[in-house]
Structure formats: C-alpha cells, structure tokens
C-alpha cells in the first residue's frame, strides 16, 4: 500500500521568512496529493491540493510543487506570519474513486514573531 | 451547512466499557471515513465507506472495533470492550466524488470536529 513520509518533524521560523515542507510517497498510482493544516485542539483542514497533471500550484502565500519522476512534493509557505504556526499534513490518494487519504506524519511549524 | 458534526465531542470512560462515536457527514457526501489519530501514530484510516458500503476494513484494529453506516446520513464507531490504547482523538471525514458546485475540488475531504476518548 502507500506509504508517505514526510520532513521535518518540526520546523522555526522567524517572521516574514519562507517554509518549506517535504514529502514522499511509494505508490506511483496515487495521482491526488493534499496539504492539510491543523491547529492546536483542532480538525485538520485542507489548505491546498496539487494533481498529477500539474507541477505547481499556488494561492497567495501558499505553494505546492510535485515532481511525479521522484515521487515527492512539496509545500512552501512564503512571508510567514505567527498564525501560520500549525500542525502540516501532507498526504496521497487516488482521485475518482473517493479513496481514503495516507498521511505523513505531520510537521509542527513555529512562526516566531 | 453545518459539515460534518460528530458527537460526543469528549468521552472519558472506563476500561471495559462499550464506547460509541458518532458522525453525520456532509449532506449530499456519498463517501465516509473514520481516522484515529495519536502523537504515536499520526492520522490512520480505520474504515471507509463508499455509498454507505464499507470498502476497507483493513485499519480496524481488532475485533472490537466495529462500524456500520445503516443510512447517508449517519455512521457509528463502536469499541467494545474499550482499552487505555484505544484512547485518542477520532475524526470522521466525509466527501463526494462530485465536489462541491464551482469548486473544483473533487473529493476533498472535509473532516468532523474529532471526538476524544480517553479511557482510564
């Protein structure tokens, strides 16, 4: 099955500066790949998703690139500001069938002001 | 719409007890998903459902969990007997191969508040 790894575990940044978080994943037929931020006591919530037939993809301070060659993806934040501090999750899956998300296990971003 | 409401929001039980989450999806939503999530093991799928069919089990961790979606708009995780490692944050999530009108974002999924259990 799939298997997405996801780095690094914990990220600072001081304000204004640029974030970038990385994943992998196994399965080649996964073609879907979400980003989803979650706050502290909080539900993960979907803040940007890239498909295969594309190699970038942005909105506003939020980008996501994906290079299906090696299997990875990556989510870059820009300008980081403190409410940017969350839990990131990145994950994969398989679009038109409605199938279950595999995670990464989460990057814990710190913005410091 | 009110998305995906799950209840309880917290359940503190005893080891032993009957433990049952609760979860109404996204009016409209043909699929549905239980997550566990722990500082251990991250978000893992336990069960989907698709049109109210259960797909892949394969998550549950042992015969005392079982769910069942009886209608499009309810599903239940049952526990029985519940264990100090089943405590954690569980999420139901829910989604539709159509997306929402103008969206663009097909099968998104958009998850519940989570309910945490913990179990002494």
Sequence with gaps: GENVEQHPSTLSVQEGDSAVIKCTYSDSASNYFPWYKQELGKRPQLIIDIRSNVGEKKDQRIAVTLNKTAKHFSLHITETQPEDSAVYFCAASMVGGNTPLVFGKGTRLSVIA | ?120
């Design chain 2, 1 to 120: 719409d009110a998305g995906v409401i799950q209840s309880p929001r917290h359940e503190v039980t005893e080891m032993g007890q009957e433990v049952t989450l609760r979860c109404k999806p996204i009016s409209g939503h043909n699929s549905l998903f239980w997550y566990r999530q722990t500082m251990m093991r991250g978000l893992e799928l336990l069960i989907y459902f698709n049109n109210n069919v259960p797909i892949d089990d394969s998550g549950m961790p042992e015969d005392r969990f079982s769910a069942k979606m009886p209608n499009a708009s309810f599903s239940t995780l049952k526990i029985q007997p519940s264990e100090p490692r089943d405590s954690a944050v569980y999420f139901c999530a829910s989604s539709s191969r159509f997306g929402l009108a103008g969206s663009g974002r097909v099968n998104e999924q958009f998850f519940g508040p989570g309910t945490r259990l913990t179990v002494l």
